[in-house]
């Protein structure tokens, strides 16, 4: 449970390393980019050969693979009703309005882009620390780790700015930011809680479900994201996070 611990608060601190950043710097868009692009690398090696294998080995393919079609499918159900709720739009739409909010004037518009990405870091983070602590039960999956750390960084950071620039002072910006931390570290801790108890089949179907969840988040948020802000780079540190992520996985 120490382990669970500790692997929580140091996936979540990245939340608050990035807030605090975020409100004292206005990044260029290039560099969150990149760091965005990195991390979907990472995220992408550790899911293939740490997460998802081991759902596969322990149940199957048919069975993680269905576990990992719902996890996207509950993933894209929830991210659209929030895109929704948010901002009055989805998908394409949603992501211009997230990309041009920077560039907008008024305050309530960048106080607004700066919750939705409160709200989705949120929503991807759920899945992602649940995973992490369901990994835990058979080993501690370092690789996981770093890519959720190197995902939470720069998505606080640019929601940050975002809010700060909408006019909330840096007090509230990071204690927001670390009320979301302290939720994602307990999500870790539930993951290992919840996973303890279950069989081999049941711990695939729980893995394969968040493995699919997080791989959403990845086509749907980071990637998309780390593309427009970074290229040209964005390929290279793409390749860059996925080795690192691969070597602390072999």
Known sequence: MLTAILFGLAASSALVIGAVIGSLWDPPREVTGV???FASGALI?????????????LGGAVRSGL?????????????TWLDRRVTGTSG???????????????????RTVGFALLAAVTLDGVPENLALGVSLVDDASLALLVAIFASNLPEALVGAVAMRAGGQHVRTVVGTWLICAAL????????????????????SIALGFAGGAVLASLADTLMPEAFERGKPFTAFACAAGFFLSFVLAA
């Open 35 to 37: 760091l965005l692009a």
């Open 92 to 110: 394409p739409e949603q992501s211009e309005v997230a990309r041009t909010g920077a560039a907008k004037s008024a305050g309530g518009a960048q």
């Open 67 to 79: 576990a990992l079609l719902a996890g996207a499918a509950a993933f894209v159900i929830a991210d």
């Open 184 to 203: 994602l570290a307990a999500a870790v801790v539930a993951g290992r809680v919840l996973a303890d108890p279950m069989s081999d089949e049941t711990l």
């Open 45 to 57: 090696s550790a899911l293939a050969f740490e997460l998802f294998d081991e759902a596969y080995q």
